[in-house]
């Protein structure tokens, strides 16, 4: 009953903030002159809690399609908030504070969308099932032994239970990735190539037998957790829109940057270090809690 609670006096104040001020919530987020990530959040969250805005939330945050659909749905959904929230009544007044308003919502859902992007191109990484008769796809496999087994040549090739040293959980380390697909291997390859002595130590303490773990097991489960994050949780998303503030000075494009590929890729691999913080620390924390002798 707090929760219910809570959102009561939420909606309470909303309402007298609107009663006092004369303002919609939607304007007062957006009023400041200076956008940024902090703003895109805050309307992310009032749309989100908004019963009138319900059906401009599902559409955007269950949009799946590509970039160019995206800027279809963005304009829809810019027009649909203003008119519903009677935001174009400012302009007959205010016409400067109406450009300010309209010019950071646009702002905010282009950034809502470049989240949903991040989210899309890591959902294709997902669904693209490990096939070990495509080179990239064993090029890579081969290249995550060499990281954590350095000079160390499997006796029984492509194919064998050696693939367990470094915590896969049969003869075919594809079986494994089942569910996270290449996705998986990309933030296991990424582990492995930016925190090698970390990764290799971690590898050594999971295959003690007083704390075993399957390294490469445990890791494509944080791969899903990741995934999980990536549509919940706001620090990961926030994260994810610094990285918008940050290129903004340096962006030599006018486009939005839900359609700016170089910057979802920026943001995918944003993705992957996160996943790898995780895991490490993870790791951390179960290397210090394990069982010692005496």
Known sequence: WMDALGEVLRRLGKWLLRLWTGTTEVERLCSPELHGADMTLAVARSLRRSRQLSAQARQLF????????????????????????WIHRVRATQHLRYEIIMTNLNLSFHGMLYLRMVSRATRQRR????????????????????????????????????????GFQGRDPATDFRGMGTLALDQLLYLSRTHTDQARKVLA?????????????????????????????????SRLLRLVDKQFLHR?????????????????????????????????????GRPTNG
């Open 62 to 85: 269950t949009f799946e399609g590509p970039p160019l659909q995206a800027r279809t749905l963005c304009g829809s959904l810019v027009q649909g908030v203003a008119d519903i929230k």
């Open 127 to 166: 669904q693209q099932v490990m096939d070990r008769s495509l080179v990239a796809h064993e090029s890579g496999l081969e290249e995550l032994w060499s990281l954590l087994r350095p000079d160390i040549r499997r006796q029984g090739g492509a194919y064998t239970e050696e693939w367990g040293e470094i």
């Open 205 to 237: 303490v999971f295959n003690d037998p007083s704390c075993y773990l399957p390294f490469a097991a445990t890791a494509i489960n944080f791969t899903a957790f990741v995934c999980e994050l990536l549509e919940t949780t706001t620090s990961l998303e």
């Open 252 to 288: 030599t494009v006018s486009t939005p940057v839900f359609e700016d590929q170089d910057l979802v890729d920026k943001a995918v691999v944003e993705v992957h270090a996160i996943f790898s913080e995780l895991f490490l620390d993870f790791a951390a924390r179960w290397v210090k």
